[in-house]
């Protein structure tokens, strides 16, 4: 086994909702969208493995910890920077599969980038969704600059956003970004989404200190540790940082402990770097099947809603890889759109 973090030990339920300030229907909502991810997740990992979708990241694990933070955002108002890995962060925000596959499949028709970009470069104006940079730990940066932004403007009541994995943290772009936040004191949420892994390199021989909530304390913010694939608490601790931001009280260290359950990318082995029991350890503690569990345990839904919500998902996204698939790639004459000094785009983007 690697010298990455040991799973903890599986729990059965998840925290209650009703003290995280959840509604029934949100969770229900939650668990549905989770779902939903998992199964677009799913299909993009066929797709790839056909040969049709070149390059996927997978989101598969981390769906309690995206689904919970997009839960305390205001989609539309708060901006959100993501990374490559936060699919399902985009989703819960109002991307929709067909949108996701559009994106996958570099169709012409796709929001993020009219199928320009590699896929993970989630972006949309109405979602205020910013796509990031390829280049790991600089799009936090971005988020910050947003930040600064609403102190020049003197807009109040809105916040920033900014996910990325714990190896981003090891990146100077990433110190520069959380110490200016913290020396202007910036409505600006940082969320490390710790999966244990940058790639292929564990956690102990990326991060000097076992949790990295712990730096907070160097850039003046506080640092909070949660369980990652706990829906609700991501989204008190989520909700609770957003509030601060938004309220003026500054920026937050959100460490989210969490498990990629598939190798890092299509491009990746994860059998040469991590065992078979430490990767079972996790599924043991997947976030969906945990909420599902909870969610039949508080009598939210019974076993045949769950099955009726799981077919009309299947449902939802074999009509929207279907209509992806036979959605017309860029046209050739609009290469150059959206270049510098290429000239006016043509009319249909």
């Given at each position: 086994?690697?010298?990455?973090?040991?799973?903890?030990?599986?729990?059965?339920?998840?925290?209650?909702?009703?003290?995280?300030?959840?509604?029934?229907?949100?969770?229900?909502?939650?668990?549905?969208?989770?779902?939903?991810?998992?199964?677009?997740?799913?299909?993009?990992?066929?797709?790839?493995?056909?040969?049709?979708?070149?390059?996927?990241?997978?989101?598969?694990?981390?769906?309690?910890?995206?689904?919970?933070?997009?839960?305390?955002?205001?989609?539309?108002?708060?901006?959100?920077?993501?990374?490559?890995?936060?699919m399902a962060l985009a989703m819960a925000l109002g991307q929709t599969p067909l949108e996701i596959f559009l994106h996958a499949l570099g169709r012409a028709?796709?929001?993020?980038?009219?199928?320009?970009?590699m896929f993970g470069h989630f972006n949309s104006r109405a979602l205020r969704i910013v796509s990031g940079s390829s280049s790991v730990g600089s799009h936090?940066?971005?988020?910050?600059?947003?930040?600064?932004?609403?102190?020049?403007?003197?807009?109040?009541?809105?916040?920033?956003?900014?996910?990325?994995?714990?190896?981003?943290?090891?990146?100077g772009a990433w110190h520069e970004a959380i110490s200016f936040a913290g020396i202007h004191q910036l409505p600006v949420v940082f969320v490390c989404e710790?999966?244990?892994?940058?790639?292929?390199?564990?956690?102990?021989?990326?991060?000097?200190?076992?949790?990295?909530?712990?730096?907070?304390?160097?850039?003046?913010?506080?640092?909070?540790?949660?369980?990652?694939?706990?829906?609700?608490?991501?989204?008190?601790?989520?909700?609770?940082?957003?509030?601060?931001?938004?309220?003026?009280?500054?920026?937050?260290?959100?460490?989210?402990?969490?498990?990629?359950?598939?190798?890092?990318?299509?491009?990746?082995?994860?059998?040469?770097?991590?065992?078979?029991?430490?990767?079972?350890?996790?599924?043991?503690?997947?976030?969906?099947?945990?909420?599902?569990?909870?969610?039949?345990?508080?009598?939210?839904?019974?076993?045949?809603?769950?099955?009726?919500?799981?077919?009309?998902?299947?449902?939802?996204?074999?009509?929207?890889?279907?209509?992806?698939?036979?959605?017309?790639?860029?046209?050739?004459?609009?290469?150059?759109?959206?270049?510098?000094?290429?000239?006016?785009?043509?009319?249909?983007?």
């Open positions: 086994m690697s010298d990455a973090a040991a799973a903890p030990a599986p729990h059965d339920l998840c925290g209650d909702h009703a003290a995280a300030g959840l509604a029934d229907a949100q969770v229900l909502a939650a668990l549905r969208g989770m779902i939903q991810a998992r199964a677009v997740d799913d299909r993009l990992w066929l797709l790839s493995r056909q040969g049709k979708a070149h390059f996927v990241i997978t989101s598969a694990g981390h769906e309690a910890t995206q689904f919970g933070c997009a839960l305390a955002v205001h989609a539309g108002r708060d901006y959100v920077v993501p990374y490559y890995r936060d028709a796709d929001p993020s980038s009219g199928g320009r970009q936090p940066l971005h988020a910050v600059g947003l930040a600064w932004a609403f102190r020049i403007t003197k807009e109040r009541g809105l916040a920033a956003m900014t996910l990325f994995g714990e190896g981003a943290t090891a990146e710790n999966n244990q892994y940058a790639i292929s390199v564990p956690q102990a021989r990326e991060v000097p200190v076992p949790d990295v909530a712990a730096k907070a304390a160097g850039y003046g913010m506080p640092g909070v540790i949660v369980d990652g694939n706990d829906l609700f608490a991501v989204y008190a601790a989520a909700r609770q940082a957003m509030e601060r931001a938004r309220a003026g009280g500054g920026p937050t260290l959100l460490e989210c402990k969490t498990y990629r359950l598939r190798p890092h990318s299509n491009a990746d082995d994860d059998r040469k770097y991590r065992g078979e029991d430490e990767v079972s350890a996790w599924r043991a503690r997947d976030p969906i099947t945990r909420l599902e569990r909870y969610a039949l345990a508080a009598e939210l839904i019974d076993q045949t809603g769950v099955a009726e919500l799981r077919q009309a998902v299947a449902a939802e996204v074999e009509q929207a890889i279907d209509q992806a698939e036979r959605a017309p790639a860029p046209a050739v004459e609009t290469l150059f759109d959206h270049l510098y000094g290429a000239g006016e785009p043509s009319s249909d983007q």
